[in-house]
């Protein structure tokens, strides 16, 4: 916890220093352009729009004007802030950052990385993403075709959302806590909530660089149809700033992350690694039951129940399963 606070307080006064130099560049001119996109033109979300790249981001530039010149005001204020940054969320800024040596960092994963991943500033922040619960009963289902509760089918934009969990083969976890073994320089900062899995622009900041890092290293087959979209980005950004000795970019989400570019030991160091129990197994519950076609359940063309069709014995393991749910559901909510 001292390194932990040490070093947000060491990356605040960095970007403080950074941001009043900054302002009073401001000051003294009149001829400042923003980067904020026009209402409605969100670079993830509109399919009518070339994509924003280096030799046309230009028509997605304005001037600073009453209308517009609050942007750079809120990225300025709204750095290292959740809740400022939540109520600000398109962000519009690069911010260079140091991550300090000594800094405590945590990545819950079924492995050591060994290329660019994620780390976390707060270990319950790891630690939500590392438990994910499995479904049970007519909620696997749901999770498995990609639908709400309501029966509702979910649109997985192509590109910009998380696979959905995976619930065969799901691996042990573990804790990772890393040390930041040197002062880590050359981070990006991206305000906003950068790291948010939405469609109104809160990544458009890591497409552009993308789109520019693309074009720029000539990349033609690196990964374009990679439904997740933000490891695309994190692969371009790392290898672009490899030969400049970039770190990595922050970001935010419900907390603070990193995308560090280069675990090995120069950069941080490996103090702990803890066995995570999964939920299920903490609370004593057995596997979920595959609910599949194969296994005998009667389902339609489009994968839902035919519930006038179960079993005396269906109906059971689901009136079970569902009630297990609902435990997991309690449980994920103080986790």
């Not at 560049?25 to 033109?41: D, E, F, R």
């Not at 300025?76 to 991550?99: E, K, M, N, T, W």
């Not at 066995?275 to 063309?301: C, F, H, R």
């Amino acid at each position: 916890m001292r390194f932990h606070r040490q070093g947000i307080s060491a990356i605040i006064g960095v970007l403080l220093i950074v941001l009043l130099g900054f302002c009073w560049k401001l000051s003294g001119s009149y001829g400042i352009v923003s980067t904020a996109l026009p209402h409605n033109q969100s670079a993830i979300k509109s399919t009518d729009l070339p994509s924003i790249r280096w030799d046309n981001y230009h028509e997605f530039v304005r001037d600073i004007d009453f209308d517009n010149s609050t942007a750079i005001f809120n990225s300025i204020r709204a750095a290292l802030r959740q809740s400022p940054s939540d109520i600000h969320p398109v962000g519009v800024s690069y911010f260079p950052a140091v991550i300090p040596k000594g800094t405590l960092m945590y990545h819950a994963g079924s492995k050591v990385p060994t290329t660019f991943e994620w780390l976390a500033m707060d270990h319950e922040f790891s630690y939500s993403f590392g438990l994910r619960s499995p479904s049970y009963g007519r909620k696997s289902l749901e999770r498995r075709h990609g639908r709400f509760g309501n029966g509702t089918t979910v649109i997985i934009q192509k590109g910009h959302l998380h696979h959905p969990p995976d619930e065969k083969g799901r691996g042990s976890q573990k804790m990772l806590t890393y040390r930041a073994a040197r002062d880590l320089n050359k981070f990006l900062y991206l305000d906003g909530a950068s790291a948010a899995k939405t469609d109104s622009g809160e990544m458009d900041t890591q497409l552009m660089l993308s789109n520019v890092i693309k074009e720029k290293l000539n990349l033609t087959d690196d990964g374009e149809n990679e439904r997740m979209a933000e490891r695309l980005y994190a692969a371009r950004i790392c290898k672009w700033g490899k030969p400049f000795g970039l770190d990595g970019i922050i970001r935010v989400e419900v907390g603070f992350e990193v995308v560090l570019c280069d675990f090995s030991a120069d950069n941080v160091e490996l103090v702990s690694m803890l066995e995570m129990v999964q939920p299920n197994q903490y609370l004593g519950l057995p596997a979920p039951t595959v609910i599949s076609k194969e296994e005998g359940w009667p389902l339609d063309e489009n994968g839902s129940l035919v519930e006038d069709q179960l079993t005396d014995d269906q109906k059971a393991i689901l009136e079970r399963e569902d009630g297990w749910e609902k435990a997991f559901s309690n449980f994920n909510a103080v986790k």
